[in-house]
């Protein structure tokens, strides 16, 4: 199963630490074009899921290939110019910096030293900046600093940035988290608009939300997958009810 | 030579490497358990150190003057006192200056350091300018020679057996102590044990106290070696420092292992070759495992 | 030599050579206050052609020593001797009519700073000569910006040598004057042949060890020398050098330890069971300022070589023991350098009076062959070579603190900076 | 002409100007040459205070070992004019002549191999920048690399200050011991101790500085500079942004080791000698000291805080040196207690408001104006910097 069409391909990915297995023996794979849901309760090793893909934690065993190409030994500037995006649970933006820079930084150009030292804010960045802008909902607030913007505004912004960088492979921890009914909706609307043309792995609580967005669930617990496919599927097996409500 | 003269020499020079172990454990271990529990580094252990050495210093001259019967008495006192006196200021310098800049670590580093400026120059204004050495104690004099040709400087037993008494009660009261239990509930997760009613700011003013405290212990065992003057905290810092980064900062462990480790190349290295190439040898080493493990020898898996 | 009759400067009157032994007495209830002959016999037209800090009734002159830093503990001294000599010398008239005022500068332990301030004191204050520096590193420091700005530096320290300049005095030993006579007397006196080196890590021990231990095994055929070591300023761990000194059983040990690491070295001796009583130590580091932290226990009998011990037994030195006790407090202490730097004004006013001028290049031209016979140590005389011919003493370490003279070279010594033979 | 006034209040232009305008005109003109040449030796600090406002301020990285690279390089300097001042004609007095005379009290009877290059002077300039940068990046990329930081990281630039230090004392035959390399009189010929050249050599220190000041800031207004400001912010966002963090970093620590190791070689040719005392812990403490004070976000900030600093040590020394050290501790204290953002947010918060009270009628030709009203729509957002440090980063 090592060359695959899969954009995503997890087999045999174990973690751990101190001898408890965060991941234990992962197997998931992930198609081109497709928006993946991951759901589970609290501890099941989802964040991880995604911190091992990104390269944040490096896995204890097991491989991860992102378009056939091995990821675990990779640093992790090198997995993200591979084409792999990572949003953070809580928004991870550049308070200090206005809109326009927080964009205009995650543009993917200019990302070694010298490059930075020479990068010239051109047309294309500034038209990149503004069509990005216009997508998640900010194009008027780009001369703002980026910490008066709303909480919701921020997670937008946080996906933004990851747009600017055009990933292949876009992973959202909870982007809902802290918003409105209305900004749920519209992160909705915004999420099935970006996962055309590429793949989608979000980590959510919310089943109205994951309802309304997902192709295909995961659902994990202690660092397995206990179950997976279409959420109708998901909710009728008997092991993930019994997750859920206990025992 | 005979091997008597050998087996005696080996002895001394075991001995020698092991009193040097005690003296750099002493002098890191208050700086250690500060950053381990709080992430900052305290750049006036040096004059805390002081504080202590000067304590015993004017234990010995009041005696001397009041008391004179008394001599051979006033050490063990002085030392508690050593003690209370440095963990007394290290309570008000946390509360009047480190608790204002935890969250900015690197700031502490600046702020302690403008602290040991001043306590010098109060050092300077209070005792004056020359180094003084207190009037130790006929007992603590001289060397305890169970054999001929072995002579084992009581001074340096005096130490040791000092050092394992604090290091020993740190251990213990990290471990069995509820500020122990606190400490370590803070270290591990600090909201965490925030949430769980552990007044965390009490505790890290505590810690900061017996550090402090510690070092003052570590100055008055510092007299019956050498001597102390306003300035000399800027000479004890720096073997404190090294024992404390190279043990990987943040472990009791750690620093306990550096410190032997450092104590052990350095006494050696200078047993067969200059003393001025041993200091460069053991520095070497100490940089190069750095470079290779900057992390320390011991680095702490929750703290990065 | 000793023998020599005249040593107060041929220039002065009578009335001048009785106050100058009156203001080394320091007996000020009985000074005449200064007279005024000096101007209008030395107009300061006449007696400053450079521009100096000279007027009718002044000359300012500079101290630069460290007020501040960790050099403080030893200069103190000196700042204290000169003043003392000063003082002395402006109760008795001053020089050529003038009174002596003084610029004090810090240097703070800090070779920049004294540069920076010696630059000052030449340049801006127009000082006519400076009292300072201790350190060789000072000392280095500052000797460009005298011989650039033609200054005259008088230097209390004893010192390693290898230097000569036009505008320094050197009024402290280079370093043969402290070690080969020291030596010799080691040998003859206790029969010594093997010999331990030990000092800390700078030139001075260096250069010192140096001589020592061509002395002891080329030129002096003293012995053989059995062991050589250097430890680094501020090191307090002696014990593996003590085993290794057990190891080699010297018949002396030669020490050149210094500042800090000379309290540490001693307590460890003694803690190792190594005792005056026991073993012969001879150490030229260790003066009165140092036994303070030292303390005379620890050093009790060993041996210090220097040309000064505050116990020396003349008339000279009982009155300027008396006087520095009564202007710095009776537990002041006297140390060799201190001695030394109070010797530096007392040989400036020589020069200057024999050299009718304030100017640099005159006084320097006067200098060699002033004597001063009032001087604390005794005799003393100024080489061609700037430094000063002074004897050698040897004294043994007592329990309080106080050094016992034993031994004293019976000429004086000659200077010399530049030792064929040693290099 | 309006984009020409916005480049210049967002460039910090007129600030920069101000500094040269004080340091290359106004102070030649009123002190004499000996006050002149203090300052130029305080300004050889000034170098390091920038370095770190690049280091410190905006990469968030506090070295405590800077005096290692400021060492370095005067070490370098001092190096070739040793050489030159010790031709064997003025050193026929030593064992061996031509070669510098503590190596000959040191009984070395020939030049080191590595102290044989430093005879050419263009070899020695290279040097002067490259080798601390070397050294700088050997250290800088094992610790970012493994993502040490903050002050562990700061521990350990000291222990690396420490170890030079002890290695220069330790190795005198080489290095000329406590005493360093002393009795430095020519360059190529030309006598360094005399007043004209005392001049020009103060003019080439401050032009170097001011252009010091200009490269910070053309790379603080690049990309790189906002990315350091991001990654002091969210390191692990700029690192999955996909960037090499540890090679941002490296790359600031190099460059404030550079710009140190300049201002290390001024101050061998200004002052006439080098030491250990600029290498070790003491000074590179109090070169951050200097950065505070005066702003550790400003580069002009930094200039005015190292003169300011060291007039303040040179006139207290001389009139109350008991004071020096508890100002200098109150100093230390203060800077981080009250004023993090050192006499550059003085100026912000107090002076800048006031200033623009009195000068309410528009188009002033302030080259102070405020970014935000220099501000216009079309051109790219200027508030790059963070909150209350905006317009005073030149």
Sequence with gaps: MSNTDFVLAIEDLTVSFDGFKAIDNLTLYVDRGELRVIIGPNGAGKTTLLDLICGKTKASGGSIKFKNQEMTKLAEHKIVRAGVGRKFQTPSIYENLSVFKNLEVSFPSGRSVLGALGFRCTDEVKERVQSVASEIGLADALDMEAGLLSHGQKQWLEIGMLLMQEPELLMLDEPIAGMSVRERELTADLLQRICKGRSVIVIEHDMDFVKRIAHKVTVMHQGKILAEGSMEKVQADPKVIDVYLGH | MSFDEIYNIALMQGFAGLSLFSVLLLMGLGLAIIFGQMGVINMAHGEFMTIGAYTIFLFSSLTETYAPGLMQAYFPVAIVFAFLIAFGFGWLTEWALIRHLYKRPLDTLLATWGLSLGMQQVFRSTFGPKEVSPTLPDWLMGSWAPSEGLDIPINGLFVLALTALVTGGVLLALYKSRWGLRVRATVANRPMANATGINTKRTDRLTFAIGCGIAGVAGAAFTTIGSTGPTSGSLYIVDAFLVVTFGGAASLLGTVASAFGIAQTQSISEFFLTGSMAKVLTLLLIVTILMIRPQGLFASKIRR | MADKKDTIPATLTDEQRRKVLLGMAAAPALMVPGVSFGNAQFPTAKVNTTKLAVTDTEVIVGQLHSATGTMAISETGSIQAEQLAIDQINAMGGILGRKIKVIKEDGASDWPTF?????????????????????????????????????????????????QSKNVIYTGQEATQQ??????????????????????????????????????????????????????????????????????????????????????????????GITGAKQFLLTLSVTEDEMLGVGGENFAGFYSSMKYFQTLDNPNNKAFVEAFKKAYGPKSVIGDVTQAGYLGPWLWKAAVEKAGSFDVDKVVAASPGIELKTAPEGYVKVHE??????????????????????????????????PKGYQ | MDAFKNWVARSGMGSILI?????????????????????GKYLTY????????????????????????????GYMMAMFLKLEA??????????????????????????????????????????????????AFIVSFAM???????????????????????????????????????????????DIRDDSSKYVLYFVNAGLLIGVILLCRWIQMSKLGTLLLAMRDKEDRVRFSGYDVSMFKVFAFVLAAGISAIGGAMFTLQVGFMSPSFVGIVPSIEMVIFAAVGGRMSLVGAVYGALLVNFGKTYFSESAPDLWLFLMAALFIGVVLAFPNGLAGLYESHVKPWLSRRKSSPPAPSMEAPASSAHTPKTAPESSLPKGVQGQSA
């Design chain 3, 179 to 272: 070690i080969i006579w020291g030596l010799d007397w080691a040998a003859k006196e206790k029969s010594a042949k093997t010999y331990f080196l030990v000092g800390s890590d700078y030139i001075w021990p260096r250069t010192s060890m140096k001589i020592a231990r061509k002395h002891i095994e080329t030129v002096g055929k003293l012995g053989k020398v059995v062991g050589e070591e250097y430890y680094p300023l501020g090191h307090t761990n002696f014990n593996s050098l003590i085993n290794k000194i057990k190891v080699a059983k010297p018949d002396v040990i030669f020490v050149t330890v210094v500042g800090g690491s000379n309290v540490a070295f001693y307590k460890q001796l003694k803690a190792a």
């Design chain 4, 86 to 135: 010790s031709d064997p004609e003025a050193t026929k007095i030593q064992s061996t002549p031509g070669i510098p005379d503590f190596m000959d009290w040191n009984q070395l009877t020939e030049l080191p191999i590595w102290w044989q290059p430093f005879h050419s002077f263009s070899f020695t300039v290279l040097a002067v920048v490259a080798v601390p940068m070397i050294l």
């Design chain 4, 46 to 73: 000034a170098f390091v205070a920038v370095g770190l406002v690049m280091l410190w301020g905006y990469g968030g990285i506090l070295s405590l070992g800077q005096g290692v690279f400021f060492g370095l390089g």
């Design chain 4, 19 to 39: 500094l040269a305008l004080l340091i290359m005109v106004v102070f030649p003109l009123t002190m004499d040459i000996f006050r002149l040449n203090l300052v």
């Design chain 3, 385 to 418: 070579n700037h430094h000063l011919w002074s004897k050698a003493r040897i004294a043994q370490g007592q329990p309080d603190g106080t050094f016992k003279v034993v031994a004293e070279s019976a000429d004086l010594i000659e200077p010399n900076p530049f």
């Design chain 4, 144 to 190: 970012f690399k493994r993502r040490v930081g903050g002050v562990y990281f700061a521990i350990i630039t000291q222990a690396v200050a420490l170890i030079l230090t002890v290695l220069i004392i330790g190795q005198q035959g080489y290095t000329g011991g406590v005493n360093g390399i002393t009795d430095l009189k020519t360059l190529m010929g030309w």
């Design chain 3, 115 to 163: 540069a920076e301030k010696s630059k000052k004191l030449l340049v801006n204050d127009r000082v006519a000569c400076v009292f300072g520096c201790w350190t060789s590193a000072s000392r280095k420091a500052v000797l460009p910006v005298f011989e650039k700005e033609n200054g005259l530096l008088y230097y209390p320290t004893f010192y390693e040598g290898l230097e």
